[in-house]
Structures are given as structure tokens and as C-alpha cells.
């Protein structure tokens, strides 16, 4: 079992930035993909960023250029930065953890959630 806190939300203006934290229960050593996703009212979850255990990452193209996902292995914790944000981007954005099992299967974490508004 993998459990994972996110941190860092909160009310910023439209231009503003903010750095989500993701913290893990384990060593993110062992997880083969970490990423951010995020879901505002009325939509569906999307995918935002991710990271694989070898640091590759990936990103939305309504993101791109615009948010950086990274991670810190000696604390198991990634981080979503979020630069240039828009109204747009308001959503509660929830923290993914993608891990192979020894049968083969991928296991998958979700965290609790972090509220991220951008308004003026």
C-alpha cells in the first residue's frame, strides 16, 4: 500500500504560480510512474504531468511550457511547479503513484487532493 499526501494549493491570481508537493508513504525508487492529474467541476479528471522512476517526464499540451513536474528521491516526495497560471487551470489536482507488482499487474495510489483556484 502506497499512501500519498499532497500539499501546496490555494488561491492565486490569474499569472501566478504555485508548487504542488506530493509526498510518499515508501520510496518513490520503487514506483514506476508518478504523475499529477486534475479535475474541475463538471469534468473529467486529466491527465496533467508525469515522471517515470528514470526522471523522464511528460505533460499536457494545455500545460506545456507552463508547468514542471520533478521529483526528490531522498525525501519521496514530486512536485508539480505551476507557473503562468490561468483561470483555466483552477481544479482540485490529485497526486498518482503507478507501481509494478511482482505478478506483473500495476497497482495505482491516488491522494486525497489539493484545491487549486486562480482568480482575481
Known amino acids: 500500500q502506497v499512501q500519498l499526501v499532497e500539499s501546496g494549493g490555494g488561491l492565486v491570481q490569474p499569472g501566478g504560480s504555485l508548487r504542488l508537493s506530493c509526498g510518499a508513504s515508501i520510496s518513490i525508487f520503487s514506483i514506476n510512474l508518478m504523475g499529477w492529474y486534475r479535475q474541475a467541476p463538471g469534468k473529467q479528471r486529466e491527465l496533467v504531468a508525469t515522471i517515470t522512476s528514470g526522471g523522464s517526464t511528460g505533460y499536457a499540451d494545455s500545460v506545456k511550457g507552463r508547468f514542471t513536474i520533478s521529483k526528490d528521491n531522498a525525501k519521496n516526495t514530486v512536485y508539480l511547479q505551476m507557473n503562468s497560471l490561468k483561470p483555466e487551470d483552477t481544479a482540485v489536482y490529485y497526486c498518482?503513484?503507478?507501481?509494478?507488482?511482482?505478478?506483473?499487474?500495476?497497482?495505482?495510489?491516488w491522494g486525497q487532493g489539493t484545491q487549486v483556484t486562480v482568480s482575481s
Open positions: 498518482n503513484a503507478k507501481r509494478k507488482t511482482v505478478l506483473g499487474t500495476l497497482d495505482e495510489y
